[in-house]
């Protein structure tokens, strides 16, 4: 049994006619909304707001937490305290030379994913 050959049939893509059509400006951009403090623009910038202070918060834990947790191990491990390096007590060193690099570098962190936070701010209030 054969099955009868059907003529070949071009597809066609239909599309509404408003797919292509530019979408209806806002009657205010955004900017003008946090501009003149209104309450999408008092929400925007919330928003910002609680992004920064998340991550201000997060790397003070951090760091705070790293630097205190120093002092426990000297009490905790008596013989990290008796360890000379160079001649200094490690503690000193540790405290002395470890502690600004740490305070350093997780001050460029924070001003790297702040401007980032920023940057992705302006963003969406562009395209808002």
């Known amino acids: 049994m054969t099955s009868p050959q059907r003529p070949h049939t071009q597809r066609v ?10 979408r209806a400006p806002r009657p205010y951009p955004a900017t003008r ?8 623009g008092a929400v925007y910038m919330r928003s910002l707001i609680r992004a920064q202070r998340r991550l201000g918060l997060l790397l003070c834990a951090v760091v705070c937490g790293s630097v205190a947790g120093l002092p426990l191990v000297f009490t905790l491990v008596p ?3 008796a360890q000379r390096l160079f001649g200094l007590p490690l ?4 405290l002395g030379g470890l502690v600004f690099p740490v305070f350093v570098l997780a001050g460029w962190f924070y001003v ?6 920023e940057r992705e701010f302006a963003e969406l209030v562009e395209r808002s």
Request: hydrophobic residues 35%; glycine residues 4%; aromatic residues 4%.
């Open 91 to 94: 503690p000193w060193l540790l």
């Open 112 to 117: 790297r994913q702040a401007e980032r936070g």
């Open 13 to 22: 893509v239909v599309t509404s006619p408003r797919t292509r059509a530019p």
């Open 33 to 40: 909304e946090i501009d003149e403090q209104s309450e999408l």
């Open 79 to 81: 013989a990290v305290t």
